[in-house]
């Protein structure tokens, strides 16, 4: 039986602070050993069959599941059931999940102590396997008293083993202590039981305050929390927000490498120039649409403040808070009129017509899980409804099926004019666990094409896509202008994934060269290229880190090589940016975060002067400027052109990295 517990995808995919539920971790534990795997890969990418992270927490949702705020999910019971905020007896034992039938990986736990300083987590992970021990989940973390780690298994006789074998085990000169460990508590019941322990007048009165506020109101305050200022004003709070960070780069910049090592590498940093940033910061670019701007969005099905089941919407807060409700997003600012009705449409088809359940998140019963919604600016709608077959037979699948094609191409849902539907059955806790398993087309076209700066881009029901498709354009010709890009310039698109940005150069350029590890994102990108008769564009599938040294040994000649980077939020892995400063004929890189604070150790590597451990010339910071892609939320992205010198300089000893806490 499959563990109910898996990691989420970090890659945060709607506006504000507080997400679509698509960056849960809320481990309580900081200083977590990244692991030096270099792939950079948005969520068409499957992930590793061991989870390197969020294996010290109780089974997590789906993203799918997970609204538009951080969440994280519990696990399966068979007598407590929660219904929102209308429930009576929320679930207080904090490892309840343990005592249920659903299997868990967390009761076969141990921890391990006395890691090495420095080591990479596929060092861990292959030295488990050497020693013939079956990990189901491991997470290796810095703590002030060393290093140390939890690892999952399957079965007690696993777990008894891996005591044995590594408790005194020496590993690295380090001598390993290994102990049983507890199961991580669940957020949610945790924090129920704070609220029951801490109940009192103070509480109460936040609770009538909360109560007497209107659900679409405290469903705006989570989603889009910029909702009551103008634009104008979001844009002052976005960009002071920037200079921020800026400033904030800039220290831990000289805390790490030191200011006059920076004088002497690179002449220009004067940081003092530039209002104490590292860079001048440009005024930042709004989006050319304001409202209903979301090209995408995913729905989770719940339970509403008011008890009504089969609610399709977001969560009011997160499941860490101890929030399930789910409210609908009728007055939401950042949706259009065509994804609102998509969901009102939906929602009439699970109350009146289906006859199976909504997904419970605690108990995991039920089946109605989620629904994505993506448009385009031709009036294209995509649909996929994410459902748990949980019991089903294949037959009642297929009759649902059949429901659902009625509903929407004759019965009353087809005012919603959806183009495309899919549905994909997720049996797991998380849907990257699903990533192989097929979307099952009900009716239309497996794909839909937006078109961004006159070129057409087709977007699998996967793919990712910015959401905000106008502001893309503004995005992309920022871009070009940092890049300063010419007809003779090479441009490598590093973890390009459907290949919108190498594309959108392409007709300023001699040649652009993308690389990504995932293969339908690579055979996305080479149909876009052919679809806008492009000669000059070619992909390369594999590990950044591992392809590039080719790929740039083959451009010695190219006086102007450029790179551009887009990750998802959590930056680019150590591997892929040490393959970056090794690049030698790379002069210039455009560097594109969508969550500046989670690059700032990407920004700093970049920086370092060249080492045992950082090899390549640093490169040094010379401008900025952020575009916000997200009206009404507190986001927006962040540009930074990184330059440097292609002149050899003396090898520096290695200095530990400080650890970024």
């Known amino acids: 039986m499959a563990d109910s517990s898996a990691d989420l995808n970090k890659n945060q995919d709607v506006g504000d602070e507080v997400n679509t539920g698509e960056n849960s971790s809320g481990n309580g534990v900081e200083g977590e050993v990244k692991s030096p795997a270099g792939t950079c890969q948005r969520d068409e990418a499957k992930p590793p069959p061991i989870s390197q992270s969020d294996e010290a927490k109780p ?205 002497i590498r690179n ?57 399930i409700s789910v409210v609908e997003p009728s007055n939401c600012l950042h949706l259009s009129n065509a994804t609102k009705n998509v969901v009102k449409c939906f929602q009439q088809y699970i109350r009146d017509v289906s006859k199976l359940s909504g997904f419970d998140p605690v108990t995991h019963h039920g089946h109605w899980r989620m629904l994505t919604v993506r448009t385009n600016s031709t009036g294209d709608i995509l649909g996929i409804v994410v459902m748990h077959p949980h019991q089903l037979t294949q037959d009642e699948i297929v009759k649902e099926k059949q429901q659902l094609s009625d509903f929407f191409q004759s019965g009353d849902g087809k005012q919603a004019a959806v183009s495309s539907l899919f549905l994909h059955q997720q049996t797991s806790s998380s849907r990257d666990d699903d990533s192989s398993q ?26 990712f896509f910015q959401v905000n498709s106008k502001a893309a354009e503004v995005l992309y010709k920022t871009v070009a202008e940092f890049a300063e890009v010419n007809e003779t310039s090479t441009v490598l698109d590093i973890c390009c994934g459907t290949g919108t940005i190498g594309i959108s150069l392409a007709k300023q350029v001699n040649k652009v060269i993308g690389i990504e590890v995932n293969q339908q994102a690579i055979n996305d990108a080479v149909f876009n290229a052919e679809a806008n008769g492009l000669t000059n564009v070619t992909y390369s599938r594999g590990k950044a880190e591992e392809v590039l040294p080719s790929i740039t040994n083959n451009l010695k000649d190219c006086k102007d090589v450029i790179g551009i980077v887009d990750p998802p939020r959590a930056g680019l892995a150590f591997k892929v940016l040490q393959a970056i400063r090794r690049c030698d004929n790379l002069r210039r890189l455009v560097y594109v975060s969508c969550n500046p604070h989670n690059a700032i150790v990407n920004f700093i590597d970049l920086c370092r002067p060249t080492s045992n451990k950082h090899k390549g010339l640093p490169f040094w910071p010379v401008k900025a400027v952020p575009v916000d892609l997200f009206p009404h939320t507190k986001h927006c992205e962040l540009i930074i052109l990184f330059e440097r010198e292609l002149k050899p300089t003396a090898t520096a000893p290695d200095v530990p990295t400080p650890s970024n806490s």
């Open 267 to 323: 002449p220009s940093w004067i940081p003092e120039k530039h209002g104490n940033m590292c860079c001048p910061l440009e005024d930042i670019k709004p989006s050319p649409v304001v409202d209903g701007y979301r090209n995408k969005c995913e729905f989770t099905i719940g339970i509403s403040p008011s008890g009504e089941e089969k609610t399709v919407g977001f969560r009011l807060g997160s499941y860490k808070g101890g929030q």
């Open 438 to 463: 097929q979307y099952d087309l009900i009716f239309g076209q497996p794909h839909i094409t937006e078109n961004i700066l006159g070129l057409s881009f087709r977007i699998s029901p996967d793919a």
């Open 59 to 263: 089974p997590p949702i789906s993203q799918s599941e997970a609204s538009n705020v951080e969440s994280e999910p519990s696990t399966s019971t068979e007598d407590t059931e929660v219904k929102g905020e209308s429930a009576s007896e929320p679930v207080t034992d904090p490892y309840h999940y343990t005592k249920g039938e659903e299997f868990t990986s967390e009761i076969f736990k141990i921890e391990i102590k006395n890691l090495p300083r420095y080591f990479g987590f596929s060092q861990l992970k292959k030295m488990l396997v050497k020693l013939q021990l079956n990990p189901k989940k491991l997470k290796a973390m810095k703590g002030r008293n060393g290093n140390f780690g939890f690892v999952t298994f399957n079965c007690e006789e696993d777990k008894q083993k891996a005591l044995k074998v590594l408790d005194g085990y020496t590993w690295k000169k380090s001598v390993l202590n290994a102990v049983p460990a507890k199961p991580v508590a669940d957020p949610m019941a945790k924090s129920a039981l704070k609220r029951k322990q801490e109940e009192g007048p103070e509480t109460d009165a936040k609770k009538r305050k909360e109560s007497d506020m209107p659900a679409e109101h405290r469903l705006n305050d989570a989603v889009t929390s910029l909702w009551r200022q103008t634009y104008a004003e979001q844009l002052k709070s976005k960009h002071t927000s920037m200079v921020e960070f800026l400033k904030f780069l800039t220290r831990r910049t000289k805390e790490q490498i030191g200011s006059k090592t920076l004088m």
